[in-house]
């Protein structure tokens, strides 16, 4: 069965540091990884995708990456705002319709 | 363009009690789909209807039963409320399930059942 696991659940760096949240998982037969960010009160909104042939997507401040073979995906946060507070979120889509969650990192950046 | 869009945000029900919760998108997507997310958990599947006229259970479809009523909108009822469904409900939708495709989330409804 999969499980998506993101550690650690929460995170409080100062602003303009460079960050690193993670994602594991543990059947590396997936379609693609998504990283999601939630605001307090509200849905979620898509961030990256990576598609299962891919090594890693970009944009803007955001880098992530993924290693299937590993089980392994990383989301990279350039110079931290304070905007960037939110819970992020990963995802995998091992087939079908179904998407398998992550609980999230809980991150605060410090002004 | 709204996106998706839930009714109501918020709800406090007595168990044994039911409700529907309300799901639209502006979006013309074929897929949708109702999400639970609890405290420490990640987000999980109740049910998908991965076109009009069709719906599917996920991995949580027990206490639930669903209504794809046209291409807009997707309803979750809950027949006799229990507390374990306390929860925060999300709809979302999504062009056709492919796997390259983004699922486009709602605001979600916060569930109290007491």
């Known amino acids: 069965k999969q499980e998506v696991t993101q550690i650690p659940a929460a995170l409080s760096v100062p602003e303009g540091e460079n960050l690193v949240l993670n994602c594991s998982f543990t059947d590396s037969a997936i379609y693609n990884l998504q990283w999601f960010r939630q605001d307090p009160g509200k849905g979620l909104t898509s961030l990256l995708l990576?598609?299962?042939?891919?090594r890693e997507q970009t944009s803007g401040r955001l880098n992530a990456s993924l290693d299937k073979s590993s089980g392994r995906s990383t989301l990279y946060i350039a110079a931290s705002q304070p905007g960037d507070s939110a819970t992020y979120l990963c995802?995998?889509?091992?087939?079908?319709?179904?998407?398998?969650f992550g609980a999230g990192t809980r991150l605060f950046v410090k002004a | 363009n709204a996106g998706v869009t839930q009714t109501p945000k918020f709800q406090v029900l007595k168990t044994g009690q039911s409700m529907t919760l309300q799901c639209a998108q502006d979006m013309n997507h074929n897929s949708m789909y109702w999400y639970r997310q609890d405290p420490g958990m990640g987000l999980r599947l109740i049910y998908y209807?991965?076109?009009?006229?069709?719906?599917d259970k996920g991995e949580v479809p027990n206490g639930y039963n669903v209504s794809r009523l046209n291409k807009r909108e997707f309803s979750l009822r809950l027949e006799s409320a229990a507390p374990s469904q306390t929860s925060v409900y999300f709809c979302a939708s999504s062009m056709d399930g492919q796997m390259q495709e983004t699922q486009y989330f709602g605001p979600g409804t916060r569930l109290l059942v007491l």
């Open positions: 990576i598609q299962s042939s891919q």
């Open positions: 209807s991965a076109s009009e006229g069709t719906t």
């Open positions: 995802a995998v889509r091992p087939g079908g319709f179904k998407t398998i």
